[in-house]
């Protein structure tokens, strides 16, 4: 009964071993890179639409249309200004901003949409952190750029008027069309209380431009970093990485819903490679038990 178990799992090992062979040979087919218009290298995470399945990732597929790759967040589209992948980073900017200064997203987009992991990216710069201590916070890849409006004039310096381009995003939503409304832009992060009574947060987005002073810009240099995007990463880190020190790094991949993760240089186990670790241990038990059975034989 005892060599009847071992032989069963030999031959099971056997089975194993051939269909992982036949399974890497499928999937370590040369990739070659992509391209579309401005992005002259499209390769692994990234994808398009009409590359082989085998190529990239499902979740940072690009879409190529008119020669301008395109991705789709919260069902808007942004186009691909660049991606840097030393630095794991994508820049994108909003499709429909137009080359005018009275120009302005339609939708909010920051970084709290990316904290729930609806996303395979992050809004912070987590690939040069050394000694990262419980109190600081993470490096952000953004500012935010944040669009309020008021019944009545405000006057500060903290925000700068946008009245003069005639409403324009107001124009095209109809909760807002019916009354007149004195329009605001802030770059950078606001308070609760910096919201005088009765105005309203409208839309936040985001922009990776360098500003020098952001307490003192032009509106023309508030759309020209609209125009210039925002970055996101692909590089992920570990929840635990706030309650420890030293923080634990993870480079993941996201593959559907899955997370291929490498940590601080210690390897999450994927089930194929926990299967394989397995097949070896059983392998080399039936070679030490033909080996033994040879030997009694003699």
């Not at 339609?106 to 987590?126: G, I, K, V």
């Not at 890849?141 to 995003?169: A, G, Q």
């Not at 919201?195 to 020098?212: A, E």
Request: hydrophobic share 35%; net charge positive.
């Amino acid at each position: 009964m005892l060599r009847e178990i071992f032989l069963l799992e030999c031959l099971s090992a056997l089975i194993i071993v051939q269909f992982l062979q036949t399974s890497s040979a499928s999937h370590n087919i040369q990739c070659n890179s992509s391209a579309c218009g401005k992005i002259p290298i499209i390769k692994y995470p990234f994808r398009l639409k009409e590359d082989p399945q085998h190529c990239g990732e499902s979740s940072y597929e690009l879409v190529c249309e008119n020669n301008t790759a395109s991705l789709y967040l919260n069902s808007n589209k942004y186009h691909v200004q660049a991606i840097d992948y030393p630095n794991f980073t994508i820049r994108l900017v909003d499709a429909a901003l137009k080359n005018d200064s009275c120009s302005f997203p339609q939708y909010s987009l920051s970084r709290y949409n990316f904290d729930n992991n609806n996303y395979p990216y992050s809004t912070y710069n987590l690939t040069n952190l050394t000694n990262l201590t419980i109190s600081e916070d993470f490096p952000k890849l953004n500012w935010p750029i944040i669009f309020m409006s008021c019944p009545y004039h405000v006057n500060s310096s903290m925000f700068l008027e946008t009245s003069h381009c005639d409403n324009r995003f107001y124009a095209s939503n109809a909760s807002y069309s019916s009354t007149r409304r004195y329009t605001y832009v802030k770059v950078g992060d606001l308070n609760v209380s910096d919201v005088r009574d009765m105005c309203s947060i409208d839309l936040i987005v985001m922009t990776s431009w360098p500003f020098k002073d952001v307490n003192n810009i032009l509106l023309s240099e508030i759309h020209g970093s609209l125009i210039y995007g925002f970055e996101l990463s692909w590089f992920a880190v570990n929840s635990d990485c706030k309650k420890e020190k030293p923080c634990t790094l993870c480079y993941s991949i996201r593959r559907g819903k899955i997370l291929h993760t490498l940590c601080g240089g210690v390897y999450i186990w994927t089930l194929k490679e926990i299967i394989i670790r397995w097949v070896g241990t059983v392998l080399t038990y039936c070679l030490y038990g033909i080996m033994k059975s040879k030997g009694k034989s003699k």
